[in-house]
């Protein structure tokens, strides 16, 4: 599956590149996504490696902080064979601050950001009809974009029920 799109929207919102409480007109985004099956267990089975990616991009500084994003990953539906339905996944994400907005922050006497990124695994373990349990850890590389934060390590455990 591949998609591109974007919209613009044409009210206003608060212009980034000042700090307070002024307003600016617009806010455009456009993005490309891509979700690929690289490799398949047996022809028309589900198990198998796919990988997906994103990248987003703003294309008005001034509304949106962030003006670039993209993600990357790879999942694997069924890595084991006594669980064909499980998903075990790796991702790359990354976002990255906008001129004007970090401008905007230099300008009040403010710490700039530049990017945050995060490096995640997960797996998923359909354990019943519609239920889940998805432990994931993640890296943290410059929390909040600043680097005065510490790289920090998450983990967590989603627990998901379909009906």
């Not at 307003?23 to 589900?46: K, V």
């Not at 990354?94 to 995060?118: I, N, Q």
């Not at 009809?129 to 890296?139: A, L, V």
Request: with cysteine.
């Amino acid at each position: 599956v591949y998609k591109i799109g974007g919209f613009y929207m044409t009210g206003r919102f608060l212009d980034v590149s000042r700090m307070g409480n002024v307003t600016t007109t617009g806010g455009a985004m456009i993005w490309l996504l891509a979700d690929q099956m690289l490799y398949r267990e047996s022809p028309g089975e589900r198990r198998g490696l796919s990988a997906f990616g994103s990248l987003v991009l703003s294309l008005t500084d001034k509304t949106n902080p962030m003006t670039s994003y993209f993600n990357a990953g790879l999942v694997y539906e069924g890595l084991f064979c006594t669980r064909p339905r499980d998903r075990t996944g790796l991702a790359v994400t990354a976002g990255f601050f906008g001129k004007d907005y970090k401008d905007g922050l230099r300008a009040a006497g403010l710490e700039t950001k530049s990017h945050e990124a995060v490096i995640e695994f997960n797996h998923l373990f359909l354990v019943g009809r519609g239920i889940g349990i998805q432990p994931d850890i993640q890296y943290i590389i410059r929390p909040a974009g600043t680097g005065a934060i510490s790289n920090a390590l998450a983990v967590g455990v989603k627990v998901s029920v379909d009906f």
